[in-house]
T-cell receptor
Framework: DTGVSQDPRHKITKRGQNVTFRCDPI?????LYWYRQTLGQGPEFLTY????????KSRLLSDRFSAERPKGSFSTLEIQRTEQGDSAMYLC??????????????FGPGTRLTVT | EDKVVQSPLSLVVHEGDTVTLNCSYE??????LLWYKQEKKAPTFLFML????IEKKSGRLSSILDKKELFSILNITATQTGDSAIYLC??????????FGKGTKLSVKP
């Protein structure tokens, strides 16, 4: 399977704990994106990388959230001191960088986080 | 602030019906408009539209963009129960991210 993969698929944690999610993009894609989706809403952008550089962060990304893509391949998203409001589906997507500025993003299966 | 609005929010039809889903947007620095289908998993890419008036078609699905009136439609003909899903419209911003609408939940009854 050469699509975007995410691990774990489900995570249940207690409030205050730290969690880390992993995303492996499509191998030839140099852009990687993180989104968060809650029930009844479309995905909301969190941050994105071009190769290993983090180019954009949403104001939704509080200082408890950190993302890395150390070698320009896989990426991790860490949430520290989780809160119940962090419960959501965390989606990763990847794309090529298109010179025209138009690009298709392909999504992974997501990690569903439940904070109790 | 950039905004994408989809209508209707939900729709129930019977197999064989034709449906039209609407997406309007108010954005700066328009680059592209994308449609995704989401079942009980991650969004699956359907179409990307960048030019007005050019219809994109894939089987029973088709989509068109009107950049003057700032909207797009997604048509599904001869609907099947497997078309039941949430259809998401997204605007591709200049920063690389996608800005999504809330989606239209389509239910196709046998």
């Amino acid at each position: 399977d050469t699509g975007v993969s995410q691990d774990p698929r489900h995570k249940i944690t207690k409030r205050g704990q730290n969690v880390t999610f992993r995303c492996d993009p499509i191998s030839e894609h140099n852009r990687l994106y993180w989104y968060r989706q809650t029930l009844g809403q479309g995905p909301e952008f969190l941050t994105y990388f071009q190769n290993e550089a983090q180019l954009e962060k949403s104001r939704l990304l509080s200082d408890r959230f950190s993302a890395e893509r150390p070698k320009g391949s896989f990426s991790t998203l860490e949430i520290q001191r989780t809160e119940q409001g962090d419960s959501a589906m965390y989606l990763c997507a990847s794309s090529l960088q298109a010179t025209s500025g138009s690009y298709e993003q392909y999504f992974g299966p997501g990690t569903r986080l439940t904070v109790t | 602030e950039d905004k994408v609005v989809q209508s209707p929010l939900s729709l129930v039809v019977h197999e064989g019906d034709t449906v039209t889903l609407n997406c309007s947007y108010e954005v700066t620095n328009f680059r592209s408009l994308l449609w995704y289908k989401q079942e009980k998993k991650a969004p699956t890419f359907l179409f990307m539209l960048t030019s007005s008036g050019i219809e994109k078609k894939s089987g029973r699905l088709s989509s068109i963009l009107d950049k003057k009136e700032l909207f797009s439609i997604l048509n599904i003909t001869a609907t099947q129960t497997g078309d039941s899903a949430i259809y998401l419209c997204a605007f591709g911003g200049s920063q690389g991210n996608l800005i999504f609408g809330k989606g239209t939940k389509l239910s196709v009854k046998p």
